[in-house]
């Protein structure tokens, strides 16, 4: 197992935002069936701690910024710390918005209307749009900006809808939410049919048809649930069952989880996060943990030949993928019986500064 690789594809943003929004789908739904009395500032405490983390981030990053000014040429600098601060812009209109539902689920007497409480997400998806066209013409990631983008309409429809401007059913109002639905159930089947012809074509590359397959299998996972959870929440929200919300969000689990599992082959987060100009697991490794290099440059492989000879090879790669030369231990039989190897290390193993 070649762990540097492995290390370098996690993104611990990504981690973090879909682990607190699994933690909190099920606070949410266990506190909406009655089964949990919490607080409604406790069920959503994963988003507070999620957001927080973004507003310390961003202020250890902006100190960084100004007190080491030499930071600010190296490469790409200018573009991932504008990216941070977009990012904490957006970050803190979520949590108006997170704290405006709190406060209107929490005090009964609270009678301003739904609308209201939408406006910093309206307001924010207005943003996106453009913030959008900036992160396409720098190539920066903008999932978040896209999510905006296309629920705006989304956030109108269910605002009037609480407010009762509308008597509408549920199913009418999460029409937008269908044809989003509909645009990528559309991807996924695309990337079933590429995924086959690679995999039935000898001229691709077993990476490529790997990265595919991953990929057609990611969107399995995650549109076919949340089609199967939009239909119980309407089934459920027009009194057509009385099934639990814990259990119809059963396919929302499934699809945070296939989202949590492809953040360990994500592109690299934003390093001027905490000020750390480096990647995050790069810097835990290398920087605050210096005793897991030794485990994080190392892979391991045994090889043995026609002639039953047996060789243990040890070969070490640094995070930063310098090419390192390969060191064999190669064990005779005539010394060392078939049942039983013995070695002893001729090369030590240099431990970070």
């Known amino acids: 197992m070649n762990l540097s690789k492995q290390f370098q594809l996690v993104n611990p943003g990504k981690l973090g935002v879909y682990l607190s929004l699994l933690t909190f789908s099920l606070f949410m739904s266990l506190w909406m069936d009655g089964l949990i009395r919490w607080s409604i500032w406790i069920v959503f405490l994963p988003l507070w701690l999620?957001?927080?983390?973004?507003?310390?981030?961003?202020?250890?990053?902006?100190g960084v910024w100004c007190y080491k000014p030499e930071a600010r040429y190296e490469r790409g600098s200018f573009v991932q710390f504008r990216a941070m601060i977009i990012s904490t812009a957006?970050?803190?209109?979520?949590?108006?918005?997170?704290?405006?539902?709190c406060i209107r689920l929490e005090n009964?007497?609270?009678?301003?209307?739904w609308t209201l409480v939408f406006s910093p997400l309206l307001f924010s998806s207005l943003l996106s749009i453009v913030l959008c066209l900036w992160a396409i013409k720098n190539d920066r990631g903008f999932e978040m900006e896209l999510l905006c983008c296309v629920n705006s309409?989304?956030?109108?429809?269910?605002?009037?809808?609480?407010?009762?401007?509308?008597?509408?059913?549920?199913?009418?109002?999460?029409?937008?939410?269908?044809?989003?639905?509909?645009?990528?159930?559309?991807?996924?089947?695309?990337?079933?049919?590429?995924?086959?012809?690679?995999?039935?074509?000898?001229?691709?590359?077993?990476?490529?048809?790997?990265v595919t397959v991953n990929t057609a299998l990611s969107y399995v996972f995650i549109v076919i649930p949340l089609i199967v959870y939009a239909v119980l929440l309407v089934g459920k929200l027009e009194g057509l069952t009385?099934?639990?919300?814990?259990?119809?969000g059963i396919p929302l689990y499934i699809a945070l989880i296939t989202l949590t599992i492809s953040a360990f082959s994500s592109r690299p987060?934003?390093?001027?996060?905490?000020?750390?100009?480096?990647?995050f697991c790069q810097f835990l490794i290398v920087d605050a943990c210096p005793c897991l290099q030794e485990y994080g440059n190392i892979s391991?492989?045994?090889?043995?030949?026609?002639?039953?000879?047996?060789?243990?090879?040890?070969?070490q790669e640094p995070i930063n993928d310098e090419p390192s030369p390969e060191h064999s231990i190669t064990s005779s039989p005539a010394k060392h019986s078939n049942k039983e190897l013995l070695s002893t290390p001729v090369v030590l193993i240099e431990m970070p500064d």
């Open 50 to 62: 999620w957001k927080m983390l973004i507003i310390f981030g961003s202020v250890i990053g902006i």
């Open 108 to 113: 009964v007497s609270a009678k301003f209307p």
């Open 269 to 279: 987060g934003n390093i001027w996060w905490f000020g750390l100009r480096k990647d």
């Open 300 to 315: 391991y492989k045994v090889q043995f030949n026609d002639s039953s000879n047996r060789e243990v090879v040890a070969q």
């Open 90 to 101: 957006l970050h803190l209109l979520l949590i108006l918005f997170e704290i405006l539902i």
């Open 242 to 248: 009385q099934l639990y919300y814990s259990l119809a």
């Open 153 to 210: 309409l989304q956030f109108v429809f269910i605002a009037i809808k609480l407010d009762g401007f509308v008597s509408w059913s549920w199913l009418l109002v999460l029409i937008p939410l269908w044809i989003t639905m509909s645009v990528a159930f559309i991807f996924m089947i695309y990337a079933i049919i590429v995924a086959a012809i690679l995999m039935k074509t000898s001229d691709s590359q077993a990476e490529n048809r790997r």
